[in-house]
């Protein structure tokens, strides 16, 4: 999603998958990952090396919002917890636990542009149960996290992100 247009759009929380949805403001229609340029690249790294490589990207993302800055104790701590394991029961029980934090983070944190919400949301993303999916949340979360967390030039520090994330899935079909 063009930096630009992010203001165009708004999240919701589908409480079948327990993940936000990104709906555009003015028409309503669910805005896919897959209108994200990293989409495809994302979908191709999975299809040659696999959704273990696709899931460590999404954990990749998620140390590039601090998550050691939030207590273990809190519903961050605890979703950082479980994704750095490789346990789906625990990333299903973790992710229900959570879920009431996670809406918040979404109806409430993102739209005031939270740093914390896109971070909780970022660490959320890792436990999908399905490592693509998990890969584009985390992607994109990270990416919203990059730009509230700036100081100045939230576009430019979004932008750094998104190209951190393509240098890094590209740094792994270069290794293949």
């Not at 079948?16 to 805005?31: F, I, K, N």
Request: hydrophobic residues 40%; charged residues 25%; positive net charge.
């Amino acid at each position: 999603m063009s930096d630009a247009k992010v203001g165009q759009y708004y999240y919701i929380f589908d409480s079948r998958t327990h993940r936000p949805l990104v709906l555009d403001r003015a028409t309503g229609e669910h805005h896919p990952p897959s209108s994200d340029s990293r989409g495809p690249l994302i979908d191709h790294v999975s299809t040659r090396q696999g959704p273990a490589v696709v899931r460590q990207f999404a954990r990749w993302c998620a140390r590039r919002v601090n998550p050691g800055a939030v207590s273990a104790h809190t519903a961050a701590g605890r979703l950082w917890a479980a994704a750095q394991r490789d346990a789906p029961d625990a990333w299903q029980r973790v992710r229900r636990d959570t879920a009431d934090s996670v809406m918040l983070a979404m109806s409430l944190g993102l739209p005031q542009r939270e740093p914390r919400a896109a971070r909780l949301l970022t660490l959320q993303a890792c436990t999908h149960p399905e490592a693509q999916q998990a890969a584009h949340d985390a992607a994109h979360m990270s990416e919203r996290w990059a730009e509230f967390s700036a100081p100045s030039a939230p576009a430019e520090e979004a932008h750094g992100m998104r190209a951190r994330h393509v240098d890094w899935l590209l740094d792994r079909l270069s290794s293949a």
